[in-house]
């Protein structure tokens, strides 16, 4: 069994957890502690409120173990906030989290939540039809460093890209029907 | 309509395990902002004061929310009168995140709600019991929140709404499928939604917990009886250190199941707001009685 971890500092935890229960040979696993970080393979960061898991990170010391194991080979991929953790850089921001994926992040980048919308979208590796991408006050990448793949673009933005054994995405798919993101997460 | 209302139950998810704190200026949402706060709920004026100060209660000045929600990169949320259905247009217009249609400011309306359902924008609602949170959903609310007792610093209220909710919606859940729509009659809900609660074991949109949380323990102890976040109102600006304070009660709202924790965040937090007793409250001063 695979033990995959979800970050579960605050946001959709619960949600990406469902998900992962659904997936033969994955154990998901709630990860609030540097302890809890122990023994897990793969780690999902949950959409949520950047600032506040980021803020948590730092205060329970777990910026340092986290970001060490990324750069070890640990595959993690962050959700919308998640995206935000893991950029090196954030557009009108001093602050970064994770420091680890090459990218710059451009946060609530659509708007208010008046702006929030849902499309669809195929990224070749994840699935062979289209999947719902719920976008929630998103983030998208207004640039990418050398060795960072764009997976998807949507209305000429980055919304989703890879970086060895990092992805990251605008939308969210922990709150959709499809397993399709998950399963090629615990897998690729 | 139905993928902007499943947009809108998206944001709530969101905002999980989070807290969302009152403030009345753009220097307060500032320091909410760095203490963690997962959304901030702009007012004039935070419950202990209306209640103090008293007179007609309402929406509070568009420019100071338009202040805030360019200070913060969080969502704003703010509060419209109980059935003010034009105070919640001028919110939608000004384009802030979430509308608290909330009893803490003065019902326009006794007998009606909004039709939240003829708006884009998200609402969020109070609620003392099941029946009443329900109501409010099929009304459209994408968001519930315990009632408890705004601005009183005391807790017991909200344990009371959050213990009725759980316990209404655990005996939906053994009931036969015939007696669900008597259930339904007596609570004065919509009959599909006391479906879905039977079902599924909890309310169809994210449920926090408000009215008179002012510690650490507190929002730690509305978490463990299973509310999904926690809003905390007069708490941590009236009490002595509001910085120190919101970010106790941040890591008290993740950490809520780890005692020690809970007592390291607990430590020298200085005096919290000044609390007052329920039972000395006159009628007319609870909030939580009003919403129909």
Known sequence: MKRVGVLALQGSVQEHMEKLERIDGVTPVSVKSQKDLVGVERLIIPGGESTAIGKLLRDFDMIVPLAGMIRDGMPVWGTCAGMIILAKRIENSPTVHLNVMDITVKRNAYGSQLDSFVTEGRISEVSHSNIPLVFIRAPYITRIGEGVDVMLEVDGKIVATRQKNMIATSFHPELTDSLDFHRYFCSF | ?292
């Open chain 2, 1 to 292: 309509m139905n993928q902007r209302y499943e947009l809108n139950k998206n944001l709530a998810q969101m905002l999980k395990g989070g807290v969302i704190m009152d403030v009345v200026s753009v220097d307060q949402a500032v320091i909410a902002e760095k203490s963690g706060a997962v959304a901030v709920m702009a007012l004039e004026r935070v419950p202990a004061d209306i209640r103090r100060q008293g007179g007609v209660a309402r929406m509070s000045d568009p420019g100071l929310i338009k202040e805030i929600k360019s200070a913060v990169s969080i969502p704003v949320m703010a509060k419209v009168r109980i059935g003010h259905f034009v105070e919640a247009q001028i919110l939608e217009a000004i384009g802030i995140d979430y509308i608290d249609e909330s009893e803490v400011l003065t019902p326009a309306d006794e007998m009606f709600h909004i039709d939240k359902t003829s708006f884009r924008i998200p609402f969020v609602c109070g609620a003392r019991n099941l029946g009443e949170a329900l109501r409010r959903i099929g009304e459209g609310a994408s968001m519930i929140r315990t009632k408890g007792e705004a601005g009183t610093g005391n807790v017991v209220e909200a344990v009371r709404h959050m213990r009725t909710i759980m316990s209404e919606i655990r005996r939906l859940q053994v009931m036969p499928r015939e007696e669900l729509m008597t259930a339904a009659k007596e609570m004065g809900a919509p009959y599909h939604l006391v479906e879905f609660a039977a079902e599924n074991g909890r309310l169809p949109v994210v449920n926090f917990a408000a009215g008179g949380i002012a510690t650490p323990a507190d929002a730690a102890l509305m978490m463990q009886l299973g509310c999904d976040g926690i809003f905390v109102g007069s708490g941590i600006f009236k009490s002595s250190n509001p910085e120190k304070r919101a970010q106790a009660i941040v890591k008290a709202t993740t950490y809520f199941n780890d005692p020690e924790i809970l007592a390291d965040v607990s430590e020298n937090l200085g005096e919290p707001m000044h609390g007052l007793e329920i039972d000395r409250l006159d009628k007319e001063e609870r909030f939580a009685d009003r919403g129909w």
